[in-house]
């Protein structure tokens, strides 16, 4: 493990904190204009998921209905009552968006992105440590008048998330600051993403503000419009 990586996931609450839970429950709030762009604004404006940490599988409820739930991993990707029994289902979902990025989403391609990004989110930096994952560190840039670290990592053919290599922008103190990517299921360009506002639940450091905006050549940011923004109410690991 990198020097920058055991720092940052010190920083987050450490390793062996994090290994002491098998999940994690969020209450959140999530908005931004891609809802709307995809047929779908306000589906996700107050609910909970619940993820597994050491496994790749998130359920958001409640889920277009009180009595439904999403079930997410990499491979499979369904809609069900709150008793299990399925109502719809699809394997293989990433092969299924479409490539006009202002096309509609239907409700199973919005459980996939909601769960791949949101599992990617809240298990960061910890994960980094697990088996396929690659994590070199950057030169440092400045930022809002800070130096920030930067590791760029490399995500295991596993793991559903928005691209596989990703970069990530630590502080002085460790915490994660800015998050980049490109979001491929969307086709619309690479995200910046901005986290903040942290607090300490379960002894796991959160930021319980998210903001994803454009990015465009040479990194620079377009901050006019927030493509999504997640606002995180209580976490619970267990």
């Known amino acids: 493990m990198s020097d920058l990586l055991a720092t940052v996931i010190e920083a987050h609450g450490g390793l062996d904190r994090y290994n002491r839970f098998s999940s994690a429950t969020v209450h959140h709030r999530v908005g931004g204009s891609l809802w709307k762009l995809k047929g779908w604004e306000g ?30 991993t990499a491979q499979r990707v369904a809609v069900e009552t709150v008793t299990g029994e399925v109502t719809a289902e699809r394997a293989d979902p990433r092969a299924s968006f479409p490539s006009d990025v202002r096309a509609p989403w239907d409700d199973l391609q919005v459980a996939y992105f909601a769960g791949e990004a949101m599992w990617t989110y809240l298990t960061s930096p910890f994960t980094f440590a697990s ?17 920030w670290r930067r590791l760029k990592v490399t995500f295991p053919d596993r793991i559903a998330t928005h691209c596989p ?44 503000r998210r903001r994803v905006y454009r990015r465009g050549e040479g990194g620079t940011v377009s901050r006019d419009v927030e493509l999504v923004t997640i606002d995180i109410e209580s976490v619970l690991f267990v």
């Open 43 to 72: 589906i996700l404006s107050h609910l909970a998921v619940r993820l597994d940490l050491h496994q790749q599988h998130a359920s958001h409820y409640p889920f277009t209905a009180s009595h439904l739930r999403t079930s997410f």
């Open 165 to 208: 290599e990703q970069i990530f922008y630590f502080d002085s103190n460790g915490l994660l600051r800015r998050h980049d990517y490109t979001p491929e299921v969307i086709n619309a360009g690479p995200a910046a993403h901005y986290p903040s506002e942290y607090k300490e639940f379960d002894g796991i450091m959160i930021p319980t």
């Open 131 to 147: 088996p396929g994952f690659e994590a070199v560190e950057l030169s440092s840039v400045t930022e809002e008048g800070e130096t």
